[in-house]
């Protein structure tokens, strides 16, 4: 049916298609307006003036690009309500086939990428749109709006294109065109802010420290060492709030010397603000509130942002509570998901590996945790939460985790082993820094089966023989010294 198609229309029938096939939902209709022009225009999206179209010019693109769409692509493509999608599921289906790829790619263009068209035209989409509903913005959570939405997609497709380098000068000269049209549009209210004030130019500049755009990212802030003065948050935050964090852009940001310890500026609109750091946002990704909150559970991608903020200097005994009065370290949040659910299998050997960042970094068994009255009302998981403090009263670090670890007999084959290397690590840092062990090896008693914990109190003495041995070794060496100095 598709080769019934006049061969002049061949090319753009293809890149249609491919389009519709990339985008994976429906497309605003001006989306293929706009790509239909760049036979006439290339530039077309820098070209493009900034200002809204009245609706009888948008029920005109709507009439003549569903006669255009309905000629090449002999009805697969139908408009419906302001959008283009596929006549059924199946017709999607059949064209995602290798078979049909091949056939579409062939009736392309030869220099024609589904993902750098959609960019473009998003870009002068985004600059003949009125935005009424307003930019919206809160503290800990993404900017949201119309705007920041079309934003964000318009920035997947951009991240797509540096992904496969693709265009890249040109993917540059848009990124640059739409960071100055947003602003503009603000400027003749074509956007605007709704219960809030900022710097217009803040809004492209936040979402993309949150879209994967590392290249983009770089080059801005090696050309101009203020890019990101204009936002009210430190960058490093504003990158922490997105939903999707890059790993790449927070270490671009941690090597330009962010700090991940540095506290949020207190806001008077949001007093709680000034507790909070980039660091205990990240924190809170594999804290044991996933399994609580019902969040997606800890993944080797968060441990590894756990590790690249504990090498750019991250305090590991840091509050993640925003509270002066109640207290509870990002180790102490990590070290107590061993006992959880949420932590699955794939994930044990990162978590054991970041265990090991957050020792090497310094972290403190001896700290004191404290929490808030509301949290014991969440209580859903009794084992994962058994380490628990008793409302009201505190306990260190290393008394919470010998709570969890002898709170129950552990069978279960992959965790009985995850935590045996736990309790390992933290056998060592109690021999290294000389802390009470009754407590831990009473724990081990209650955990393990008989010859796993005589396995592991064990290893203890020996690991504290081996210290012990050391340590005298060192006080023989400086009486000797002090010996030959008198």
């Not at 939903?243 to 090597?255: G, P, W």
Request: hydrophobic content about 40%.
């Amino acid at each position: 049916m598709l080769n019934s198609v006049d061969t002049v229309y061949h090319s753009r029938m293809g890149e249609a298609l491919q389009i519709a096939l990339y985008a994976r939902e429906p497309i605003v209709v001006e989306i293929y307006d706009f790509h239909n022009r760049e036979l006439d225009d290339p530039d077309y999206a820098i070209n493009q003036r900034i200002g809204g179209r009245p609706p009888i010019v948008l029920r005109e693109i709507e009439r003549c690009t569903r006669i255009r769409l309905d000629a090449i692509t002999k009805g697969l493509l139908e408009v419906n309500n302001g959008h283009v999608q596929f006549l059924h599921r199946t017709v999607h289906d059949f064209l995602h086939t290798r078979e049909m790829d091949d056939f579409l790619l062939r009736k392309s263009a030869l220099r024609f990428h589904p993902a750098f068209s959609l960019l473009k035209a998003h870009v002068a989409l985004i600059k003949v749109t009125e935005f009424f509903d307003g930019v919206v913005r809160m503290p800990f959570e993404e900017t949201e709006g119309d705007l920041p939405r079309l934003l964000r997609k318009t920035l997947r497709y951009a991240a797509a294109c540096f992904e496969g380098h693709h265009q890249l000068p040109h993917v540059f000269n848009l990124l640059d065109e739409l960071d100055d049209g947003v602003a503009r549009m603000f400027a003749v209210n074509q956007a605007t802010f709704y219960g809030c004030s900022q710097q217009p130019t803040s809004v492209f500049r936040e979402i993309l420290l949150q879209s994967n755009m590392t290249e983009y990212l770089c080059r801005k802030v090696a050309a101009e060492s203020h890019y990101f003065d204009c936002l009210e948050f430190p960058p490093l935050m504003a990158a922490c709030w997105g939903n999707s964090l890059d790993a790449s852009t927070l270490r671009v940001l941690l090597q330009l010397g962010q700090d991940p310890n540095r506290p949020l500026p207190e806001i008077s609109d949001w007093p709680t603000t000034g507790q909070s750091t980039a660091w205990s946002e990240v924190s809170l990704r594999f804290s044991i509130w996933c399994e609580m909150c019902g969040s997606p559970p800890a993944s080797p991608f968060d441990h590894h942002l756990a590790r690249t903020f504990l090498m750019y200097g991250a305090d590991p005994n840091a509050n993640i509570l925003k509270s002066s009065v109640f207290t509870f370290t990002s180790f102490a949040s990590f070290l107590m998901t061993c006992f959880a659910d949420a932590l699955e299998e794939t994930s044990f050997r990162s978590y054991l590996r970041t265990l090991d960042a957050f020792i090497t970094s310094g972290a403190d068994l001896t700290t004191g945790i404290e929490m808030q009255s509301s949290f014991y009302s969440r209580r859903t998981v009794p084992h994962s939460a058994a380490w628990w403090p008793p409302h009201g009263y505190s306990s260190t670090v290393l008394e919470a985790y010998c709570k969890g670890l002898g709170s129950r007999l552990w069978t279960d084959k992959p965790r009985v082993k995850l935590l045996c290397q736990t309790t390992t690590k933290i056998m060592a840092q109690v021999a290294d820094e000389d802390i009470d062990s009754t407590q831990l090896e009473t724990a081990i008693r209650v955990a393990f089966p008989m010859a796993t914990s005589n396995s592991l109190l064990d290893s203890a003495k020996r690991l504290k023989a081996g210290l012990d041995g050391q340590k005298n070794c060192q006080m023989s060496m400086q009486k000797r010294k002090h010996a030959e100095v008198d």
